[in-house]
């Protein structure tokens, strides 16, 4: 139980254009979702808070309007890169929360994203 | 200021050897504390996490930690690698209670030779 399921696993994308990444809880509801950024050989970096039928909570210094996330739905929370350049290359991960007794996140697979 | 410190970027380990990999945390109050595992360009995996009770916590893959309030520390053990634990691991801290929005230590990559 409790996958946490990402698409792409990998995009490849010109500068300018947006990227849309996906996250999926698989067999659990989550209120709240997290958005990280992994940059090589480092931690992970928390962008935002996700949560369900509401705007997104963003960590000091990323960019509202460059990284817009929706959390449509209990199972879907996406992540947008708008007009996306070579800086913004990374490794994106997302993670559910499930609040119940467990009080544990859930991380999903990542998504590599290379701005050409 | 809350704060994970992973003293120790790389370790390496013979198979078959114990490993003891090193956390400790600085936080204004009682933590959730967890350990997760990365493999090269892949997500995280929860190994083990403590909220309360024994001190002593059993994960999965073999992993064991221990909370040690008065140390502040939250060190994770394995008595005997394998070669598929070969990875990134990071601890990490959250409040208790509620939606627990994580501090993640620097990560400790783990190599193992046969």
């Known amino acids: 139980g409790a996958v946490v399921s990402q698409h792409p696993s990998w995009v490849i994308c010109k500068s300018g254009t947006s990227v849309k990444i996906e996250c999926r809880s698989l067999?659990?509801?989550?209120?709240?979702m997290f958005w990280y950024r992994q940059f090589p050989k480092q931690s992970l970096m928390l962008m935002a808070t996700s949560n369900e039928g509401s705007k997104a909570t963003y960590e000091q210094g990323v960019e509202k309007d460059k990284f817009l996330i929706n959390h449509a739905s209990l199972t879907l929370s996406t992540l947008t890169v708008t007009s996306a350049h070579p800086e913004d290359s990374s490794f994106y991960i997302c993670s559910a929360f499930i609040a119940d007794t467990t009080d544990t996140q859930y991380f999903g697979p990542g998504t590599r994203l290379t701005v050409l | 200021a809350q704060s994970v410190t992973q003293p120790d970027i790389h370790i390496t380990v013979s198979e078959g050897a114990s490993l003891e990999l090193r956390c400790n945390y600085s936080?204004?109050?009682?933590?959730?504390l967890f350990w997760y595992v990365q493999s090269p360009g892949q997500g995280l995996q929860l190994l083990l996490k403590y909220f309360s009770g024994d001190t002593l916590v059993q994960g999965i893959k073999g992993f064991e930690a221990e909370f040690k309030r008065s140390q502040s520390s939250f060190n994770l053990r394995k008595p005997s690698v394998h070669w598929s634990d070969a990875a990134e691991y990071f601890c990490?801290?959250?409040?208790?209670?509620?939606?627990?929005?994580?501090?993640f230590g620097a990560g400790t990559r783990l190599a193992v030779h046969p």
């Open positions: 936080y204004g109050a009682t933590p959730y």
């Open positions: 067999d659990f509801q989550a209120t709240t």
């Open positions: 990490a801290v959250g409040p208790s209670g509620g939606y627990n929005k994580l501090i």
